[in-house]
């Protein structure tokens, strides 16, 4: 079955660096476009950065554009999220999500990884 388990997570100062990993398996990993996606407390989900099969194409939202790293390795079957210079603002349960290509929507969601940013 599908299994997407992240890891990484925890408490890190303003201006700290985490990087997150999700675990996959139970599919063929390299065929599908994958997305990170938080949700901050008492928020709901938000996307913030999808990268595509090849990992020649990646997308970020504005507020960590230039901060966060998506990357994957498919012969790992991981997935990562770089993230650097953190802000109280990224504190959010962080999930990878895999996208169905017939739908472009999320059909598999792992766990989540807490990241808090604190002082």
């Known amino acids: 079955q599908v299994q997407l388990v992240e890891s990484g997570g925890g408490l890190v100062q303003p201006g700290g660096s985490l990087r997150l990993s999700c675990a996959a398996s139970g599919f063929t990993f390299s065929s599908y476009w994958m997305y990170w996606v938080r949700q901050a407390p008492g928020k709901g989900l938000e996307w913030v950065s999808g990268?595509?099969?090849?990992?020649?194409?990646?997308h970020y939202r504005d507020s960590v554009k230039g901060r966060f790293t998506i990357s994957r390795d498919n012969a790992k079957n991981t997935l990562y999220l770089e993230m650097n210079d953190l802000e109280l603002e990224d504190t959010a349960l962080y999930f990878c999500a895999r996208i169905q290509p017939r739908s472009n929507a999320v059909d598999y969601w792992g766990q989540g990884t807490q990241v808090t940013v604190s002082s």
């Open positions: 990268i595509k099969t090849g990992a020649d194409s990646t």
